[in-house]
Nanobody, 122 residues
Framework: QVQLVESGGGSVQAGGSLRLSCAAS??????????MGWFRQAPGKEREGVAA????????YYVDSVKGRFTISQDVAKNTWYLEMNSLKPEDTAMYYC?????????????WGQGTQVTVSS
């Protein structure tokens, strides 16, 4: 059974940076289109896939709004995934979740963590 625990959220001013961590237990890459993703949901909005790493750890996906600002990475030895977020904007404010995912054009979450709040003030 996969268990995911996020950490690293917080409040920052616009232009600042945060790094989110997702510690996973019981997870390994099982096929090319399976991976780990970061998702976010802002109040009143649908949850969206922000970034994902798949292809046995060799492929990445980013939604257009975060390209060039966010970086997803992994520490295989620690079974931990990260989301480095730079040049944060108020519109990045949301609850962020990590989840195992399958890639069908964009990531589709399967097993979810509890989430961590990111708040960006202008």
């Amino acid at each position: 059974q996969v268990q995911l625990v996020e950490s690293g959220g917080g409040s920052v001013q616009a232009g600042g940076s945060l790094r989110l961590s997702c510690a996973a237990s019981g997870y390994t890459y099982s096929n090319y289109n399976m991976g780990m993703g970061w998702f976010r949901q802002a109040p009143g909005k649908e949850r969206e896939g922000v970034a994902a790493i798949y292809g046995f750890g060799h492929r990445t996906y980013y939604v257009d709004s975060v390209k060039g600002r966010f970086t997803i990475s992994q520490d295989v030895a620690k079974n931990t995934w990260y989301l480095e977020m730079n040049s944060l904007k108020p519109e990045d404010t949301a609850m962020y979740y990590c989840a195992t995912c399958t890639m069908i054009g964009s990531p589709r979450g399967l097993n979810w963590g509890q989430g961590t709040q990111v708040t960006v003030s202008s």
